[in-house]
């Protein structure tokens, strides 16, 4: 088996091969050697290549029973805390470590008590950096320090608590940093808190020959009425729509459900109870369309997703790359689609500035209009723009009529 010659010994291949997987992903292929002979690694890497079980076995290989936490997975949300922590369980079956996960949203108290026995710990910087303040994680042991999705937890405002748990644990250590983008405060940590670290790079495993993008440049007051017309037409499979913000997945996903399409929606708003609930419903297909912000769109595995539409276009391509990243896996086709309205437009021109990107312009074909039951709070409005004249009154949403003519798109 391809996995053994890496160096992996056999109560870890043997969950490999039980779990299928045939043969390493390229990230695996280049990291797993140098992560068991213990050396640092920063590796770019994006969602789906396979970065989990890379440092999974390296963790599990040089952890023992019952020897306290000897290794610290730093992750940016919650959902991929759980994901990480349930890969961990499953691959060290044969080893038995005692895997705890640590996160906000739920009571600490459990937490606590797990954290006596831990052998390995996945968790937030938030909720870690809570159990440091209470002296209720012991990190002197930690041989081994995973930071996860790095680019994303520093996006998130999280550097501080994670240089403040970084320095809870040895100097002498392992550590191993994953991140999509290598981002110039990934460097600064890098160079900061890690020696000598080897450089990996590898492409995530969505195939961009399976992977169709396509715009539609939309009026403002039919926008979700495309949406659902063409969740009714497209023949898919699992379906993932963005929205740039709590309220608007609120929106579109209750009035999906009032269109008649089963949706969940899912963002930091929800407590954790709810948004594992979503997930669970959502990856066993009892929700076909899950509606979401961009914290679903890093890391989780989410397999059969055949269909992205960005309800709302993201702030940068790096958020659109790492958003149609969820389908297109594993050999698999899919089709990533992007509603431009008016307020798009500027974000849509940063996305364009991706010469990698290829997204053609699809004609708005008839729909019909659908009847908005629940609306989306306005947002808030600081007062009148002093250009307009005494008792005229500005008139928010309304598209301006002029058509949106991307640079590139539509003429590759």
């Not at 993008?213 to 963005?242: A, R, T």
């Not at 908005?372 to 600081?382: A, G, S």
Request: charged share 25%.
């Amino acid at each position: 088996m391809k996995f053994r010659k890496l160096g992996i010994i056999e109560p870890i291949v043997k969950v490999i091969h039980e779990e299928g997987f045939e043969e390493p992903s390229e990230i695996q292929d280049k990291t797993i050697p140098s992560i068991i002979k213990g050396k640092d690694i920063i590796a770019g890497s994006a969602t789906g290549s396979g970065k989990t079980l890379a440092f999974a076995a390296g963790i599990i290989q040089n952890s023992v029973k019952g020897k306290g936490i000897q290794a610290l997975i730093l992750t940016p949300t919650r959902e991929l805390t759980v994901q990480i922590t349930k890969e961990l369980i499953k691959f060290s079956k044969y080893k038995h470590l005692q895997v705890v996960s640590v996160y906000g949203g739920v009571s600490i108290n459990p937490q606590m008590d797990a954290l006596r026995t831990a052998d390995i710990v996945v968790g937030t910087p938030g909720r870690l950096t809570d159990h440091i303040q209470r002296r209720t994680i012991n990190l002197s042991g930690v041989k081994i320090l995973v930071l996860d999705e790095a680019d994303r937890m520093l996006d998130m405002g999280f550097q501080d608590d994670v240089e403040t748990i970084i320095r809870q644990c040895p100097q002498k250590r392992q550590t191993l940093l994953f991140s999509a983008t290598i981002t110039n405060d990934v460097s600064h940590l890098s160079r900061k808190y890690m020696a000598s670290p080897v450089k990996i790079s590898a492409e995530t495993n969505v195939d961009p020959s399976k992977l169709k993008q396509v715009f539609y440049d939309v009026p403002d007051n039919i926008k979700f009425s495309l949406l659902v017309h063409l969740l009714k037409n497209e023949h898919s499979g699992l379906v993932m729509v963005f929205c740039n913000s709590r309220k608007t997945a609120d929106f579109v996903s209750k009035n999906l459900n009032y269109s008649g399409i089963n949706s969940q929606a899912i963002h930091g708003g929800f407590p954790q109870g709810k948004r594992s609930r979503t997930m669970a419903n959502f990856n066993s297909a009892k929700a076909h369309v899950l509606v979401c912000t961009d914290v679903a769109s890093r890391g989780l595995d989410i397999k059969g997703v055949s269909h992205i539409y960005n309800y709302d276009i993201p702030r940068d391509s790096k958020d659109y790359i790492h958003r149609i990243g969820r389908t297109a896996r594993a050999g698999k086709e899919g089709k990533a689609i992007s509603l431009l309205s008016q307020r798009d437009y500027e974000n849509f021109s940063r996305v364009e500035r991706d010469n990698s990107l290829r997204v053609e312009r699809v004609e708005v074909p008839q729909v019909e209009r659908i009847r908005i039951q629940w609306r989306e709070k306005p947002r808030f409005q600081r007062g009148p723009r002093r250009d307009f004249k005494k008792g005229q009154r500005r008139e928010f949403g309304k598209s301006s009529g002029r058509s949106f003519r991307p640079r590139g798109f539509g003429r590759r």
